[in-house]
């Protein structure tokens, strides 16, 4: 953020205050979905039981007690089941017309399954004797083999099973299917394979309106996260344009944000696309983007914020672009608004977060901060 | 650390990070046992019962289930049992000689006596129905007399009985012992007692080198030090010359660590004479110290710490001259190596550290940063 020129963002910092947040603790490497638990306040070590729950919800499957998900990923093997690429060319068109061909029956276990955005997609095992304890058949990287479920305990067998038997079948379906001949005849790797992550079972969280007494709605274009706002209960607002890439739309994002506060008293956005380009290692394209959205996005803020709003602005991780995935680094905490005790910093990047005067937060600090800046809060004690 | 003119700790601090770290929490008067357990990424709470156990291990004791261990420390008394020094004037020669003649039996339970440095031993109980929780016969002060052993719990009557009578037997072998002649010959304080403290069983902790998967190894003068590294499965590297005193050579140190990072992931470096300054109250030999530590093992370290090595320097506590003792005050923290984003602290000292990037940490924040730093962290979530 330091090498971006983010005027509106560094106006925001300049008339508010800004700090350090450690998404679960400093030095913990969070994941998108337990961070995002967490800047919501839930405790992710009480709720999270994996992230194939959210990917579902988030790709619109309804889930039932006893259901196993996945999180998955379109990908493209050899004849060997060597992954030749994760995302199978981050494979845009017909993924719905795939997903929709895997729907099928292993033994006794419904299987339903559901594209996301590009390679994204959520695996949903239904029937009796499920268990989530499963290892992922995704080796996480490219060029390693595809690798069998195997159960972490006896009880978890039957679905380990499943899972492979399924593969199998998919592969098989796929291979045959429309849209990967069309892939291959223009030159472009086929979605042939379909790899798992992350399995569980839904779980038990109280809804967010309710914990705090708030009508609240988010915007997001990436499946995992709208996942998270649907398993809070927060109402999501379809915006044409958001796909959570670095094409999204950030002003209409912006647009229906500030609309949205119209009528709701709390208004999540989540804006996937400088990580994309952190795990991606492009440096360029990240501050490019990050320009972008402060443009489009905190532009449209700067001018058309209602006045009694908290505005809060964070990450829920680092993608340092040499280390291409998540960091434990803290991320820069930048809240705005009446009441808010502005420091003296004058600019919204890393380094100069440090010398915020919010000092060092976690991320569960965070809902009760802005509840409380947005006067809010309830006393604890008389 | 302000007085100290500690130039290669200041050029760590200049290209690091630096930041203020509370041992236990802020405010919390830490021991060196709890801090160092904390610091190392353990839950004292959870695996603290008392320092006898750490210090047994650290002089080589090794225990068994339902052994009680004692923190001990030579002393003189005078007739009355009152202590004319608590260290027998800090003691040196001798101290196994004296350890041996304390092995012995009362009742059912065996007595295991063996010397640390200077003044320190461990003493353990073995035998059937013993229990920890009885009161320290060491009055920590001068001039009070020993205290007798009380049970704090009915269970622990006979430990408290057992140890009574142990004091009486030792003190009549220590008055007539030949170190003691010599020592009363040559014009100095005898060791005439032995004072214990800090009872404790052996714990259960796991093993640092599997928790954090870590080839991992610790260089440390003090028994009490080196017994917490053993008793977490820390590998203990001898390095002639390491004495926990004063005169300790800390360049032997910084070379054995370097060393010692060619064939392992994590080498753990114990430094104690500062802490003896504080104590004694000795402020100039404190700086003095501090500036040749800076020179001979940060001056080291500065041109042969490996590339792509970690570094992170703090206290596991502060020890205050005014006080001679410890104090809450959080201690300062400086982390260096490649990823380490760079705060503008200029300088290694309790007040530059106030306004480090790093903000205010807790020990048991240590680990997981210096994990993620290193690029070892797992993620958690997805």
Redesign the interface.
């Known amino acids: 953020m330091q090498a971006a020129a983010t005027e509106h963002l560094h106006w925001f910092a300049a008339n508010g205050a800004t700090g350090?947040l450690d998404p679960?603790?400093?030095?913990?490497?969070?994941?998108?979905?337990?961070?995002h638990l967490a800047l919501l306040g839930y405790d992710?070590e009480a709720v999270?039981t994996?992230?194939g729950p959210f990917e579902a919800a988030g790709v619109g499957i309804d889930m039932k007690p006893g259901d196993v998900a996945f999180?998955a990923n379109w990908a493209t093997v050899d004849l060997g089941w060597r992954i030749m690429d994760r995302r199978a060319g981050r494979i845009r068109e017909g993924t719905d017309r795939l997903a929709a061909s895997l729907n099928t029956r292993v033994e006794d276990i419904d299987v339903l399954c559901r594209a996301g955005t590009e390679h994204r997609a959520a695996l949903v095992f239904r029937g009796p004797g499920l268990d989530p304890r499963v290892t992922d058949t995704d080796p996480h990287a490219d060029r390693a083999r595809v690798l069998p479920a195997k159960a972490l305990h006896p009880d978890a067998e039957k679905t380990a099973r499943i899972l492979n038997e399924f593969q199998k079948r998919a592969h098989g379906i796929m291979v045959s299917h429309d849209v990967n001949r069309e892939r291959v005849g223009a030159s472009r790797p086929p979605a042939n394979m379909i790899l798992t992550?992350?399995a569980g079972v839904f779980p038990h969280i109280s809804m967010f309106g309710a914990k705090y007494e708030l009508s609240a709605a988010a915007i997001a274009g990436v499946a995992?996260i709208k996942g998270i706002c649907r398993s809070v209960g927060l109402e999501l607002i379809d915006v044409p344009g958001a796909t959570g890439g670095l094409d999204s739309d950030f002003a209409a994002k912006a647009r229906a944000a500030v609309e949205a506060l119209g009528t709701r008293d709390f208004v999540f956005v989540s804006v996937k696309a400088p990580d994309l380009c952190g795990h991606d290692g492009k440096s360029m394209e990240k501050v490019e983007v990050l320009e972008r959205i402060d443009k489009q996005m905190f532009g449209y803020l700067h001018g058309h914020l209602p006045a009694d709003a908290i505005l809060a602005v964070t990450g829920d991780h680092s993608t340092?672009c040499?280390?291409k995935?998540?960091?434990?680094?803290?991320v820069p905490l930048l809240v705005f608004g009446e009441g808010v005790r502005s420091d003296d910093t004058r600019a919204f990047d890393?380094?100069s977060a440090?010398?915020g005067g919010l000092?060092?937060l976690r991320g569960r600090d965070l809902m009760p901060l802005v509840l409380d800046l947005a006067d809010r809060s309830a006393k604890y004690g008389a």
Chains 1, 2 share one sequence.
Not at 325 to 330: C, I, T, V
Request: glycine share 16%; hydrophobic share 20%; net charge positive.
């Open positions: 350090l679960i603790a400093p030095g913990v490497c969070p994941g998108s979905d337990t961070s992710p999270y994996g992230r999180r992550r992350g995992l340092p040499e280390r995935d998540h960091s434990g680094d803290p890393e380094v440090m010398r000092g060092r």
